[in-house]
């Protein structure tokens, strides 16, 4: 459709100049009349387009064929150019008498390759030209297409092998809770414990195929996990800071109970005093803030923070994965606790 509309233009631009020659030459010729022969001509390299593209896709002019590749459309072009000229010939003998005769054929013919053929040739070259700048741009769009998919699948595996990381370091702890409650005779809390985390682990392997999911679902699966943890710690002081508003935007799926589990474990566990977690969410700009507060000293969390736990670091790098490196994590001293502040790009990063 584009090609063809490119020779309608040539059309109207030659038939102008026609009828401006005419006119200064102090001639009558009709402009559309001119240009109803103009669109004829120009037709022809038209149909012949289709055909040239092809001859460009199948003899590539590159770096292995060159020399040969630029003769063989030196040649195509020689042959085709006299073809046009030859029906260019044909419709001017036919328009200028109304019969078709060979000497008036040869005449214009003569008059046409002698006048025109360098310059039809070097249009038969731009039209190469753009039959390879098209196929090359085709085939710079697949390696980029290639190159997106193979990277895709990497951040897939690599997000997964963080994952798979995560949910037995969870398992592990949980486990070693259990057993802990169990040789302290408390097997009544054990039990409960199990049994919450038996509809966890089904929320999660429900929800593990997902990147991505609402905020609401990942403060419904905290609210599972701190069920498990009340078993152990009946004075545990949970509050969470629900925004409605942000609610439906999406997070890392399990993104906050690393940072939930820290609190518990290097922070409430670590200070007689210390029982109280909170947890808040607020939209800033085009940045979606979570955060994770618990009582306790901060002494025992920078050192946790600094050897890279399984938890942290897992957080840190899905993070970096998941919005590349447009999202941040930090550890911050206050009011006798520790925040544990994440900030994300609002609803933008990678879901398979």
């Known amino acids: 459709m584009v090609i063809h509309l490119i020779w309608v233009i040539a059309a109207v631009f030659t038939s ?70 030859a029906v260019y010939s044909v419709i001017w003998n036919l328009l200028g008498i109304g019969v078709f005769r060979w000497e008036v054929f040869l005449q ?86 199990l049994s919450r985390l038996g509809t966890f682990l089904r929320c999660i392997l429900e929800e593990s195929r997902h990147q991505l999911i609402p905020l609401e679902k990942e403060i419904d699966y905290i609210d599972q996990y701190l069920e498990i943890e009340r078993f152990r710690n009946l004075e545990l002081e949970v509050v969470i800071h629900k925004k409605e508003e942000v609610m439906q935007h999406s997070v890392p799926n399990f993104i906050l109970q690393p940072l939930v589990e820290n609190a518990i474990k290097h922070g409430i566990s670590k200070s007689e005093n210390a029982s109280r977690i909170e947890i808040g969410m607020e939209a800033e700009d085009d940045h979606l803030k ?18 890279e736990g399984i938890g942290l670091y897992t957080t840190r790098s899905r993070l970096a994965f998941v919005y590349n490196h447009q999202a941040s994590f930090e550890l911050i001293p206050v009011n006798n606790g520790v925040v544990a502040e994440i900030t994300i790009p609002l609803d933008q990063g990678y879901t398979p």
């Open 108 to 193: 214009y013919f003569k008059i046409f390759f002698l006048n025109l053929f360098h310059w039809h040739f070097f249009i038969y070259m731009a039209i190469i030209g753009m039959a390879h700048a098209m196929e090359y741009q085709k085939e710079s769009k697949e390696r980029q297409d290639a190159a997106v998919s193979l990277e895709k699948q990497l951040l897939i595996s690599e997000l997964n092998t963080l994952k798979s990381q995560l949910s037995p370091h969870f398992l592990f702890n949980t486990l070693n809770n259990v057993i802990s409650t169990v040789e302290h005779g408390k097997t009544r809390v054990a039990s409960g414990m």
């Open 290 to 307: 979570l955060w994770v507060y618990n009582e306790g000293e901060l002494s025992d969390h920078k050192n946790k923070f600094r050897k």
């Open 16 to 85: 102008t100049q026609l009828y401006l020659k005419s006119m200064d030459a102090g001639g009558n010729e009709s402009w559309w009349q001119l240009f109803f022969i103009q669109l004829l001509v120009w037709s022809v390299w038209g149909f012949l387009s289709p055909l040239i593209f092809w001859l460009g896709k199948r003899f590539r002019i590159d770096r292995q064929t060159y020399y040969s590749g630029a003769l063989l459309h030196i040649a195509f072009a020689v042959i085709l150019v006299l073809f046009y000229l």
